[in-house]
């Protein structure tokens, strides 16, 4: 069996869209919600600020755990455990050097990833958003018996939504 792929990622709304970065997955263009790989030492919500700074220049503060999402890859079977979280936009350095991959950042409406659907790097981008705008949030505590996350992947898999 293949390991489980633990990312994190920041659904950030500002004005009516939404953040997001084009960037580079197995050599092609993707668009995806600022996130990645929690490095040690970190909480999933530090690793998401972090990840938004890096791949798209936006400070933000994190404020809510929006959901964990498990989205099995139909082609590999590669299961990939996203915990996305909710963080409020305080600014943007459009100066700012991007992560190695990611080429550019994008402030799309819902109907504008909608139409790039085909774009997504997996289905879990539109459904957080989706969920996002339906107010549904986790309770805070949801993962805190699990730390550290990544030697509890499994028990968070438990708590995941399937995609």
Not at 28 to 55: C, D, F, Y
Not at 94 to 113: E, I, M, N, P
Not at 119 to 144: F, H, N, W
Request: glycine share 6%.
């Amino acid at each position: 069996m293949l390991p489980t792929d633990l990312t994190v990622s920041a659904v950030v709304e500002n004005d009516g869209k939404f953040l997001l970065v084009e960037e580079r997955s197995s050599g092609v263009v993707v668009v995806n919600q600022p996130g990645g790989h929690i490095e040690a030492g970190e909480s999933p919500e530090q690793a998401a600020a972090r990840e938004v700074l890096e791949e798209a220049g936006c400070v933000v503060n994190v404020t809510d755990l929006l959901g964990v999402y498990l989205w099995i890859h139909p082609q590999t079977r590669q299961n990939h455990l996203r915990i996305a979280y909710v963080a409020d936009f305080v600014s943007q350095d459009r100066k700012r050097a991007l992560d190695d991959g990611v080429f550019a950042v994008h402030w799309y409406t819902l109907s504008d990833l909608m139409h790039r659907r085909r774009d997504l790097r997996t289905p879990v981008v539109l459904r957080s958003v989706e969920d996002y705008l339906a107010g549904k949030r986790q309770p805070a505590g949801l993962l805190d018996n699990m730390m550290p996350i990544q030697q509890n992947v499994h028990q968070v898999i438990a708590s995941a939504h399937l995609v």
